[in-house]
Every structure is written in structure tokens, then in C-alpha cells.
């Protein structure tokens, strides 16, 4: 059974930092890598970052610079260490797991966790 358990989310204010982190089971890291969405309650989500097997990494421009992804394989965990926040960053976060895509762009994700949700004040 295939779980992805997201942790790490909270309140912080603006300029803060928080460490999202994605515990997996049950599934391995495909040649198309995990990434992370967020989402507003009753909007799309929104792809701001993925990681390939290799190591290459990719992001949206509204995160690049301020996010940093990465994978520890002995855990099996995904991570998003979360910089300089702003108010606009305030969603909820969901890792997944991408099992269709073309170089670092993911076009379907198989796997979802439940999500967790990051508040950031001004």
C-alpha cells in the first residue's frame, strides 16, 4: 500500500522559515522523481517544485531562490526546506509522486499525501 505522509507545516511569520517534510511507503522513486504542489481551498494545486532520481531539481519562479527541495533515499523522505515566507505562501502543501513526465516537468502524479498546511503572517 502506497502512503505519503506530509509533517511540518504551521504558522510563521513573514520572513520565517519552516521544513516540510514527506515520509514515503510503499512506493519507489520512479524515473520522473517526486515533487511538491500547493493549493488555495478550492483552486487547482499548483506544481512549485519536483526532484528527478539523479539529483536535478526543479521550481516554479515563485519559489526559486526562497525553496529548496530534496530527497534522502536511506529514509525514503522527501523534504522542502521553506525560506524568507511570505504571506502569498500560505496554502496547503502536498507532496507526491510523479509517474508521467518530460524531463523536469511532471505531467501526472499517481500518488498524493494528505497535505499540510503553512499560514504565514504579515
Known amino acids: 500500500q502506497v502512503r505519503l505522509m506530509e509533517s511540518g507545516g504551521g504558522s510563521v511569520q513573514a520572513g520565517g522559515s519552516l521544513k516540510l517534510s514527506c515520509a514515503v511507503s510503499?512506493?519507489?522513486?520512479?524515473?520522473?522523481?517526486m515533487v511538491w504542489y500547493r493549493q488555495i481551498p478550492g483552486k487547482e494545486r499548483e506544481w512549485i517544485s519536483g526532484v528527478l532520481p539523479d539529483g536535478t531539481k526543479s521550481y516554479d519562479d515563485s519559489v526559486k531562490g526562497r525553496f529548496t527541495i530534496s530527497h534522502d533515499a536511506t529514509k525514503n523522505t522527501l523534504y522542502m526546506q521553506m525560506d524568507r515566507l511570505q504571506s502569498a505562501d500560505t496554502d496547503v502543501y502536498t507532496c507526491?509522486?510523479?509517474?508521467?513526465?518530460?524531463?523536469?516537468?511532471?505531467?501526472?502524479?499517481?500518488?498524493w499525501g494528505q497535505g499540510t498546511q503553512v499560514t504565514v503572517s504579515s
Open positions: 507526491g509522486g510523479c509517474t508521467y513526465c518530460a524531463g523536469t516537468t511532471c505531467h501526472s502524479v499517481s500518488y
Open positions: 510503499g512506493y519507489r522513486f520512479t524515473t520522473c522523481g
